[in-house]
């Protein structure tokens, strides 16, 4: 890391000039402002990461914990209860941790929330039961809560105006890439499930080797300064009294209220539309994967295997689309506008959800329509991190963004739910395409939210 002299003589951000002679946002930062970048954009990796390993790990893992024999259906109720509770404490966490990075410091509060999530995903693999397996996946939510709004935050208040927004869409990006990686993992393990069949329990080694990633960034975190605009701004705060995270003061202000309710309701719209429906996509393919197996009179002991090597080449494929639209979203933001992205977005992230879970039938399709759906439903992500710093000021940053981003998730967590009572009522694909109208929220919030491209970061 710099030392403290040149990191805090180094924040001082690049000319306009300087920025587009170079052709690169990249380029002209300085050395504080790239370590800022890269291990803000590691912390999100790793804890995208991480909620990929849960989602993959989720099935084989209540599979083993709860009582044999237990009906597929019901399992499916348990995988979208075991979600919500996960997302109860993303959403926790994400409020508390926000609040404490605008107080203490952004860098010092997500090397907390890394140190949390990560020991909690290598402990989800020495449950032992579904009661210590709801903790475990509760408190490493908590961590992953605190994560995006402090790492975007701490970006947000580090990097010049004119890198920012492509840093931020490109920090988003890169979480499609952890998400890749827990796939390729699910793959590599679901092959040594096919060739050992007794070893079934490769959910363990899921969540121990997504604990590792996050360990080790975390003690490089720790060392990171925080950004020489926040201990400017805190120490001056002192003076005045000027109220640093600050719930109150975010919806005590008209002029900050109103873009956080309406923040919040756009995050609504992606993360429900994410979490309720797009992530349970592995649901859907072990459905399609296991009738094709089946068919093919695959021995039942390899079967297990081979659907978890499915599941990973569905989540690389989705995830691979998901990196492409959230650059894509990041280029187009940047040259037309963030509300008219937004709204093209949420559309084709309806169309194209609605899509997956009513045509999608046989494996091959899962190449085509997968990584669609994740160019769309992905692309509105990029958007909350370019977008969300962009409606508050210093002192409510890492706090404005939190809300938006994490509120959501206590509705978000109804989504598995809500999907587990109407898969009773209709079928679990018909309950995925109500669900997903719940993107069109987005068009009812953006009217009432600014257009802040080409404006500099709020103060106040």
């Known amino acids: 890391m710099a030392n403290d002299d040149e990191s805090i003589m180094d924040c001082k951000a690049p000319s306009a000039a300087a920025s587009r002679a170079s052709g690169s ?65 993303w959403a926790t966490g994400g409020l508390i941790f926000g609040a404490v990075g605008d107080r203490i410091g952004r860098a010092r509060a997500l090397a907390m929330t890394i140190l949390l999530y990560g020991l909690c995903t290598g402990l989800s693999g020495l449950a032992t039961g579904m009661g210590d ?14 994560v995006f709004g402090l790492a975007v935050a701490l970006c947000a208040d580090s990097l010049p105006d004119l890198a920012r927004p492509r840093a931020l869409g490109l920090l988003q990006a890169l979480s499609a890439v952890g998400n890749m990686i827990a796939g390729i993992m699910a793959v590599i393990l679901g092959y040594r499930q096919i060739v050992e069949p007794q ?69 609504v719209a992606g993360v429900v539309g994410l979490w309720g429906i797009g992530f349970f996509s592995p649901e859907l393919v072990n459905d399609i994967v296991g009738k094709s197996l089946a068919a093919q009179n695959v021995p039942a002991a390899q079967i297990p295997g081979r659907r978890l090597m499915w599941v990973g080449c569905t989540m690389i494929v989705q995830n691979f689309g998901s990196f492409l639209g959230m650059l894509a979203f990041t280029r187009l933001a940047c040259a037309f506008g963030r509300k008219k992205i937004f709204a093209l977005s949420a559309v084709c992230a309806f169309v194209s959800t609605v899509a997956v879970f009513k045509f999608l039938t046989q494996p091959w399709q899962i190449f085509v329509f997968c990584p669609v759906m994740g160019f769309f439903q992905l692309a509105l992500f990029a958007g909350f991190a370019i977008y969300l710093p962009e409606l508050f000021p210093l002192r409510l940053r890492s706090t404005g963004t939190s809300f938006c981003y994490n509120v959501g998730r206590f509705v978000a967590a109804s989504g598995p739910f809500t999907l587990g009572v109407l898969q009773h009522r209709v079928s679990f694909r018909n309950a995925c395409c109500w669900v997903s109208s719940v993107y069109l929220l987005a068009l009812l919030a953006l009217p009432f939210l600014p257009e802040t491209k080409g404006q500099p970061l709020p103060e106040g």
Request: include cysteine; proline fraction near 5%; charged fraction near 15%.
């Open 25 to 89: 946002w990249w380029q002209p930062l300085n050395r504080y402002q790239k370590e800022v970048f890269v291990l803000a954009s590691l912390a999100w990796l790793f804890d995208c990461l991480g909620q990929q390993v849960f989602v993959i790990a989720r099935n084989p893992a209540l599979a083993s914990l709860m009582p044999a024999g237990t009906a597929p259906d019901k399992l499916k109720e348990w995988a979208g209860y075991m979600t919500s509770i996960f997302i109860v404490g």
């Open 133 to 146: 397996f709801a903790v475990y996946r509760f408190i490493a939510g908590l961590g992953v809560g605190g």
């Open 199 to 267: 070893s079934g329990q490769a959910w363990k080694s899921l969540f121990f080797l997504g604990a590792i990633p996050p360990l080790v960034c975390v003690a490089f975190q720790f060392k990171l300064q925080e950004p020489e605009r926040w201990v400017t701004a805190r120490a001056e705060g002192k003076i005045t009294g000027a109220r640093f995270g600050s719930y109150a003061s975010l919806l005590g202000e008209a002029r900050w209220r109103k873009p956080a309710l309406f923040g919040m309701l756009l995050c």
